[in-house]
């Protein structure tokens, strides 16, 4: 059984940029939609980016178009999200997820994280004003 591992959080004042890393442990899902869901204290999970199988289409939350990056590398091991202009609003534990397959709609990538099966254990970011 693979684990998604989350790396690169950490306390960066409004405006700076922080690049968050997921593993999944050696197993290739590279015919998998991944992505980024994020949860403030108080509030609902929420999708925050997804990329689909092989990077053909990415997905982006309205409040982070323009700011953060989805990627992956080619072989399915690694997925990322470079986060630049970050505001007070980011802050938040934010989770690497994976589906059992593939994702063709935004809607269906960001708006229900009953899609997807695979969660890592979060990463905290924390944006100061």
């Known amino acids: 059984q693979f684990q998604l591992v989350e790396s690169g959080g950490g306390s960066v004042q409004a405006g700076g940029s922080l690049r968050l890393s997921c593993s999944t442990s050696?197993?290739?899902?590279?015919?998998?939609?991944m992505g980024w869901f994020r949860q403030a204290p108080g509030k609902e999970r929420e999708g925050v980016a997804a990329?689909?199988?092989?990077?053909?289409?990415?997905y982006y939350a309205d409040s982070v178009k323009g700011r953060f990056t989805i990627s992956r590398d080619k072989d399915g091991y690694a997925v990322y999200l470079q986060m630049n202009s970050l505001k007070p609003e980011d802050t938040a534990t934010y989770y690497c997820?994976?589906?059992?397959?593939?994702?063709?709609?935004?809607?269906?990538?960001?708006?229900?994280?009953?899609?997807?099966?695979?969660w890592g254990q979060g990463t905290q970011v924390t944006v100061s004003s």
């Open positions: 990329i689909s199988a092989h990077g053909s289409a990415t």
């Open positions: 997820v994976a589906q059992g397959g593939n994702c063709l709609q935004r809607d269906y990538a960001l708006n229900n994280k009953n899609n997807y099966k695979y």
């Open positions: 050696g197993y290739s899902l590279g015919s998998n939609c």
